[in-house]
């Protein structure tokens, strides 16, 4: 994941060790030990209950004072017994996000492996299970836990590498059943049964003594939500992404398309907008010879931004005209986002519109675990609904290699795989609780077919796939890959072979840590064979997209979070020896970049890439195009980066993690999935109030991840010598286009996937494309913004809210229902509620939700007003507008 320095602190939760006494509940008790069979340990797997307990994240003098300002949380590990198990000889591998500070002294020990990987070993004094006992394991891990979801489930029992027993048998490891997750029968969503509940609010909710993030509860939102002011939009004319100019008929007339539509092509290719009208039918508006005439036209006279369109809606016909055939796409779009699922009218008006940006991407990582082509296509479905134009796909991480490259087998072969074999003989280490079966959903790969089929479908919606496969950090599947391949073509005695694509120097013995605790996952920058794997996967790739009709054009490389790598590597000492413009093993980051850009310029593709790798950099050094992911977090003024990147002329894409980092919670709740680094929270309200013109100034109404107020510095800063460190955008340059992001380390399934993404899409679209009049214009001489600097008047404010109510209503009362439709597994909101003399009142960011409630362990019941409650337990939930799908139920009290 793009975790910047500190996407530890994330998850991070899991991991660590404290010291305390295990508990034991037979603690006299002796088992007379047995000889492990494979029986016992299946037996075993099956009936052992694992249970994890978070016990504070209040620091203490036995954190490590030399990590992390100290800072470290408790956890504890439950193992229950059901039945005697009187055996040695056994391990148990698990994945934490951190790696473990301390463990208790007693009959467990925990070692980390790699990455996330950690085994549990038993010590000399562990005297086997009685039948109904528990024994504990306390630990301390880095920075803290604050999500229910940190914790990896697919805990693995294995015989333990170091006993004779693996000599005497084939041994098959388990996964212990307990460690399994579930899918919650109301939402669909994961949940992690073995994990015990957080409810504590400094211990199991809060960072530090300081942190003012407030648990998003059942009364919170009820405020937070009654606070808002009411929509005013007429939902006949609404489109998302708003258009740039509606102007409504007074008439107040409508014309009703259930009769269907009679397109007449004139000038418009049908090829070009054929996935257009199959939505449009979808919804229940079909191409008919008896339908409302629909006349297109590529008007040469027509000044408009590219993918502009003007859209007339009249009496008896409807027109679109546009300057090129996308624009004519998009007006066909806000037909589609006129109409309800259940009204088929659409006013008569007229639109003028054109995109606020040219680059308006959805980034999705496949790499860290697998989602299904299926999902790829229908991502791309809604993302062409919503005006979205780039499909920025991450293929290749530490955890896996998903795109299949000819003449390099060994990738897929073994690089799509995560099972249990710790020589990584036949798959990668079993990273991010991937279990013991490579045919899990978390596995797998795109064949050349498939990768094509994914080009043709998104071009058929004018949306670009820029492929990304990460380097020269984030390499290990390849890595791990390409040393199988040497020891296959070594076997065979093809010494050339061998050595023609390695990525590592075999006599390297730095000592690193990657930001997910790789200690091998940086392709060595010295090595000719590095630059020759790159080259040989750029042309496959490049020849993928040749073949399918739709050119490569630019790839994105990542080049970022590179860590401490090749300084004790031979083959690189001899290399900055050779080069004068190298001085010591940080500099290879901005030469193996350089170098690659060069690569890719050979072939006729612009680079992309990360902003912290592509910052080393020499611009002269640098093809003419090229662009930037910005990515710092802003209240760790992240805009100071990004806007030193746009003025020395590159292309750069918006892509901040506190508000475009669709991996994160949507509130603040232990219960809510996803990482935190940057944010508690990232609702689609945050999305939609997001200003991409004008970084800075969110220090006035947007909190850092504890939920305090920042400040923004936007002001020319020099160094000592005069040279300019950051300072304001200049008056000619802007950002290209914003891009969400979704990295996928605890994103199992397909349905958890678009539950993070949607609606949070939708208010992505938004800004990509409409500039709203509440937005702060940016400010070129520079300011220095907080919540006191007021740049930002009550009357912007304002208008930004009453948008938001329109914005909000617009998607409940027309939007679900499209993607209900399209069997997206959107997030339904929590609800607010509140109880008030006995009387239960229930409301929610999205009006006009079906809203339920429950009393005790009684049905749910429907919603419509204020109502009589007398128990003391109080639950409620919203559901989906047609479906029986439910939202996370709310205590209320």
């Not at 300081?210 to 009364?219: I, L, R």
């Not at 998302?240 to 007339?253: F, L, Q």
């Not at 997206?824 to 909101?829: G, L, N, Q, S």
Request: proline share 4%.
């Amino acid at each position: 994941m793009k975790n910047p320095l500190v996407i530890s602190l994330l998850s991070m939760a899991l991991l660590s060790a404290c010291n305390s006494e295990p508990e034991q509940s037979n603690k006299d008790a002796e088992v007379s030990m047995a000889t492990l069979n494979q029986s016992a340990l299946d037996g075993f797997a099956k009936s052992l209950k694992v249970e994890f307990e978070l016990v504070t994240n209040v620091a203490d003098d036995k954190c490590d004072k030399a990590k992390h300002d100290g800072l470290c949380y408790q956890g504890r590990i439950h193992f229950t017994a059901q039945q005697d198990f009187p055996y040695r000889d056994w391990a148990i591998y698990f994945s934490l996000i951190n790696p473990v500070q301390t463990h208790s002294e007693g009959e467990f020990a925990i070692t980390h492996v790699n990455g996330d990987l950690h085994k549990i070993s038993l010590s000399d004094t562990f005297k086997g299970f009685k039948a109904g006992e528990t024994k504990s394991l306390d630990f301390r891990a880095d920075f803290w836990s604050l999500a229910e979801t940190d914790l990896i489930p697919n805990y693995i029992l294995t015989v333990d590498e170091t006993s004779e027993l693996l000599q005497s048998a084939n041994w098959q490891p388990r996964v212990i059943e307990s460690t399994r997750t579930q899918i919650d029968p109301e939402t669909g969503l994961e949940i992690a049964p073995f994990v015990q509940e957080y409810t504590k609010v400094r211990e199991q909710f809060k960072r530090t003594d300081t942190d003012e993030t407030v648990w998003a509860t059942a009364n919170v939102l009820f405020e937070r939500n009654a606070n808002k002011p009411k929509s005013d939009t007429d939902l006949s004319s609404a489109i998302i992404p708003t258009p740039h100019t509606v102007i409504v008929d007074d008439s107040g007339n409508s014309i009703d398309l259930s009769a269907g539509i009679k397109v007449v092509f004139n000038n418009v290719s049908e090829e070009s907008v054929a996935t257009a009208l199959s939505r449009l039918a979808s919804l229940g508006v079909a191409q008919s010879d008896s339908g409302i005439n629909v006349e297109l036209q590529i008007a040469g006279d027509t000044d408009q931004f590219a993918g502009g369109y003007q859209l007339d809606i009249a009496k008896n016909e409807i027109r679109i005209k546009a300057a090129d055939e996308i624009g004519v796409f998009y007006g066909l779009q806000s037909i589609a986002a006129l109409i309800g699922v259940d009204d088929l009218t659409v006013p008569e008006m007229q639109v003028i519109d054109k995109p606020h940006y040219d680059f308006r991407g959805m980034f999705v990582d496949v790499s860290r675990n697998f989602h299904s082509q299926q999902f790829l296509f229908d991502l791309i479905d809604q993302m062409a609904a919503y005006k979205l134009n780039k499909l920025h796909l991450h293929l290749a991480d530490d955890e896996g290699w998903r795109l299949e490259i000819p003449g390099l087998e060994e990738l897929t072969e073994i690089g799509s795989k995560r099972c249990f074999d710790l020589s990584e003989k036949t798959c990668l280490l079993p990273q991010l609780g991937a279990g013991v079966d490579v045919n899990s959903p978390v596995n797998g790969f795109f064949s050349v077919e498939q990768y094509q089929q994914i080009l043709k479908y998104a071009g058929e919606r004018h949306i670009q796939v820029i492929p990304s496969l990460d380097m020269p950090g984030h390499s290990r599947a390849a890595i791990v890959s390409m040393k199988r391949r040497y020891d296959k073509y070594m076997q065979a005695g093809e010494l050339e072979k061998a050595h023609q694509y390695m990525l590592h120097d075999p006599e390297d013995t730095t000592v690193y840590s990657s930001v997910q605790y790789y200690n091998d996952n940086t392709i060595n920058a010295c090595m000719d064979s590095s630059y020759a794997f790159i080259g040989k996967v750029m042309d496959e790739v490049k020849a993928m997209h040749s073949d399918a009709g739709y050119p490569l054009t630019r790839y994105h490389i990542g080049a970022d979070e590179t860590a401490g790598a090749w300084v004790e590597s031979p083959k690189c000492k001899s290399f900055i020896e050779q080069h004068d413009d190298l001085q010591k093993a940080e500099d290879l980051v901005g030469y193996f970049i350089e170098r690659v850009a060069k690569i890719l310029a050979e072939r006729d593709i612009e680079v992309a890439g990360w902003s912290d790798g592509m910052s080393h950099t020499q611009v002269e050094n640098m093809p003419q195009v090229v662009q930037a992911n910005a990515w710092g977090v802003l209240f760790w003024q992240g805009h100071q980066a990004a806007h030193n990147l746009v003025n020395q002329g590159w292309e750069v894409v918006v892509s901040s993690p506190d508000v475009m980092y669709f991996d994160f919670p949507y509130e603040p709740d232990p219960k809510e999935h996803g990482y935190y680094w940057a944010s508690r929270h990232i609702n689609t309200e945050k999305i939609f109030s997001f200003m991409p013109d004008n970084l800075p100034a969110h220090a006035e109404y947007w909190l850092d991840r504890e939920d305090k107020p920042y400040q923004s510095d936007d002001t020319l800063t020099k160094d000592e010598q005069g040279n300019i460190q950051h300072g304001p955008l200049h008056k000619d340059k802007n950002f290209v286009g914003i891009q969400g992001q979704l990295w996928s380390e605890n994103t199992r399934n397909d349905d958890l996937a678009e539950y993070k993404i949607f609606p949070r899409l939708l208010a992505l679209a938004e800004r990509a494309w409409h500039s709203p009049q509440w937005a702060l214009p940016y400010d070129h001489e520079g300011q220095v913004y907080d919540q006191s600097s007021n740049k930002i008047s009550a009357e912007k404010h304002q208008q930004r809210q009453q948008a938001w109510a329109s914005f909000a209503d617009t998607v409940a009362n027309k939007e679900f229902a499209k993607l209900d439709l399209a069997n997206i597994h959107y997030r339904i909101p929590t609800v607010g509620a509140k109880v008030e003399d006995g009387k239960l009142y229930i409301n929610s960011a999205y009006p006009g939700l079906p809203l339920q409630y429950r009393q005790g362990n009684s049905n749910w019941l429907d919603y419509t007003a204020p109502v009589d409650v007398a128990s003391d337990e109080i639950w409620v939930r919203a559901k989906a507008p047609t479906s029986e799908r439910a939202g996370r139920a709310l205590k209320v009290r």
